[in-house]
């Protein structure tokens, strides 16, 4: 099982709303802290919200008052309202700082305009 797994992706239109959820194996520690992480085409993967303890979060500013990051049991989650087109990317969850051999597949956000 990888440690980590994303799902929840989906295309939506612009203003719509999605769900990502990250599943996290036993290898993962409880305790960590988590993030969310995107990257689109051709440019850098970039943090997008983490979540220290299960109940602290930052938010890049890019998504502020739009996206927010919960814990559920095992499960990391981001909720993504207002979505625009630039949201699209494929979304990664980790810890915070990342760990390499952590990465998964990611899922794929797609928002037309």
């Known amino acids: 099982q990888a440690p980590l797994a994303e799902s929840g992706g989906g295309l939506v239109q612009a203003g719509e709303s999605l769900r990502l959820s990250c599943s996290a194996s036993?290898?993962?520690?409880?305790?960590?802290?988590m993030g969310w992480y995107r990257q689109a085409p051709g440019k850098e993967r970039e943090l997008v919200a983490r979540l220290v303890g299960g109940s602290t979060s930052s938010y890049a500013d890019f998504v502020k008052g739009r996206f927010t990051i919960s814990r559920n049991g095992a499960n990391t989650i981001l909720q993504m309202n207002n979505l625009k087109p630039e949201d699209t990317a494929v979304y990664y969850c980790?810890?915070?700082?990342?760990?390499?051999?952590?990465w998964g597949q990611g899922t794929q956000v797609t928002v037309s305009s």
């Open positions: 036993r290898r993962v520690p409880i305790a960590s802290t």
């Open positions: 980790n810890t915070w700082p990342p760990t390499r051999h952590y």
